[in-house]
């Protein structure tokens, strides 16, 4: 049995890692995708120490801080005894700290899926280089839309930004690089309404009935919480997030959480951090306290 299990491996369930390291806990971490979505973030600016840095390269320096073996290994169950069932393998922690971090929101349009990896992406890091000179288009408001299709611009012909408010909730700095970019074309008051095409995306359909032939729509609108597995664990949640107190505890003894997944209001690399650490913090304690005197 370990001390402790860490599921998730984004910049919360690493950081508790190289907390729980620290304090010689006997511990696995448990993520599908090493870094989580912080390797989709084109450049970071305001992770201390680090006047700009790609979101991929400031996760392979937590994994080499780390420097142990994550398990990539998708998670089918968790029983109230902390037993954890993976696809290939199980194992039990006496305690568990829970950083599944997020997933991607979808805009719901018919053969979204059907277009998912044939012209449809939620990951501009990840493919838009696939899209070099081509007409592209990113819907969304926030800091990663803003930055998707500044790195995008660098790459397409031309890209159309969709936005289905009057203005952008993305940081000053970015807004005024996209007034700036004159390949970037800006579409306010405007949702996606049809995605078309034969085998691949050819174009996309505008509530305002403007039709945009497009090779790419990358899709920026957000995360929603992946909390399934602390239902499972009958832990408390708040709209869909894992309710935590100061020192990252859940509900359940034994159980803490940490990131994007839980009610703390800033969804950050840097807040992330903090929590992950604290989380190791509060398990190295209780492990002591319970189960070591």
């Known amino acids: 049995m370990k001390d402790l299990i860490i599921i998730g491996a984004g910049p919360a369930g690493l950081t508790a890692g190289i907390y729980a390291k620290r304090y010689n806990l006997d511990f696995l971490v448990i993520g599908?995708?090493?870094g989580g979505t912080a390797i989709e973030a084109w450049q970071i600016e305001n992770y201390p120490g680090f006047k700009s840095i790609a979101g991929l390269d400031l996760m392979q320096k937590f994994q080499e801080q780390l420097g142990q073996k994550i398990i990539q290994e998708n998670i089918e169950k968790i029983t109230k005894d902390f037993l954890v069932y993976t696809d290939k393998n199980q194992c039990q922690g006496k305690t568990?700290?829970?950083?599944?971090g997020s997933k991607n929101r979808k805009?719901?349009?018919?053969?979204?899926?059907?277009?998912?990896?044939?012209?449809?992406?939620?990951?501009?890091?990840?493919?838009?280089?696939?899209?070099k000179d081509k007409i592209v288009a990113v819907v969304?408001?926030?800091?990663?839309?803003?930055t998707g299709a500044l790195e995008l611009a660098d790459i397409a012909k031309k890209v159309y930004l969709i936005h289905r408010r009057d203005e952008f909730r993305a940081d000053p700095i970015w807004q005024e690089k996209i007034k700036q970019n004159k390949k970037i074309e800006i579409i306010f008051n405007t949702r996606v309404v049809q995605v078309k095409g034969d085998k691949i995306l050819e174009k996309i359909i505008l509530d305002s009935s403007r039709e945009?032939?497009?090779?790419?729509?990358?899709?920026?609108?957000?995360t929603t919480p992946s909390s399934g597995l602390a239902q499972d664990l009958a832990i408390t949640l708040e709209n869909d997030f894992i309710?935590?107190?100061?020192?990252?505890?859940?509900?359940?003894?034994?159980?803490?959480?940490?990131?994007d997944i839980t009610?703390?209001?800033?969804?950050?690399?840097?807040?992330?951090?903090g929590q992950g650490a604290v989380a190791s913090f509060s398990a190295f304690q209780y492990v002591y306290a319970k189960h070591k005197n």
């Open 32 to 34: 599908q995708t090493p």
């Open 140 to 146: 969304g408001g926030g800091n990663a839309a803003l």
């Open 96 to 100: 568990l700290i829970l950083a599944m």
């Open 212 to 222: 945009l032939e497009v090779s790419g729509l990358f899709i920026e609108i957000g």
């Open 243 to 259: 309710v935590v107190d100061k020192n990252q505890a859940t509900n359940i003894p034994g159980v803490f959480a940490a990131g």
């Open 263 to 273: 009610n703390n209001p800033l969804k950050q690399i840097i807040s992330a951090c």
């Open 107 to 131: 805009l719901g349009l018919e053969n979204e899926e059907k277009f998912l990896g044939r012209g449809i992406s939620y990951c501009v890091t990840c493919d838009g280089p696939l899209f």
